[in-house]
Nanobody, 122 residues
Framework: EVQLMESGGGLVQPGGSLKLSCLTSGFPFDKRPMSWVRQAPGKDLEWLSFINPGPDDAHYADSIKDRATTSRDNAKDTLYLQLNRLKTEDTAMYYC???????????????RGQGTQVTVSA
């Protein structure tokens, strides 16, 4: 059974940082691309990033590319998203996704976890 468990969200002030984690099981993590998406209240799912099985081959949406790093530890079956210089508009539920996607439609068809809430507020 595929399991994806996000953690690391919370309340942070504008300008702050968070590192989200996604612990996975039930599939060969080291052979699969992975993605991050988010959904803000009242808005559509937004693709953020995907990373290929190789550890340093990550791609980002324009909304986060200058202040985010996606990484993976294949030995720990874990995906990460480091977010810096957070803005109020980053407030959303963040999900990891099994698979490499770059469009909202395709991302929405792939398995994802329960999410972790990130709230950016003073």
């Amino acid at each position: 059974e595929v399991q994806l468990m996000e953690s690391g969200g919370g309340l942070v002030q504008p300008g702050g940082s968070l590192k989200l984690s996604c612990l996975t099981s039930g599939f060969p993590f080291d052979k699969r691309p992975m993605s991050w998406v988010r959904q803000a209240p009242g808005k559509d799912l937004e693709w953020l990033s995907f990373i290929n099985p190789g550890p340093d081959d990550a791609h980002y949406a324009d909304s986060i590319k200058d202040r985010a790093t996606t990484s993976r530890d294949n030995a720990k079956d874990t995906l990460y998203l480091q977010l810096n210089r957070l803005k109020t508009e980053d407030t959303a539920m963040y999900y990891c996704v099994l698979g490499g996607c770059q469009t909202t439609h395709y991302c929405s068809t792939l398995p994802r976890g329960q999410g972790t809430q990130v709230t950016v507020s003073a």
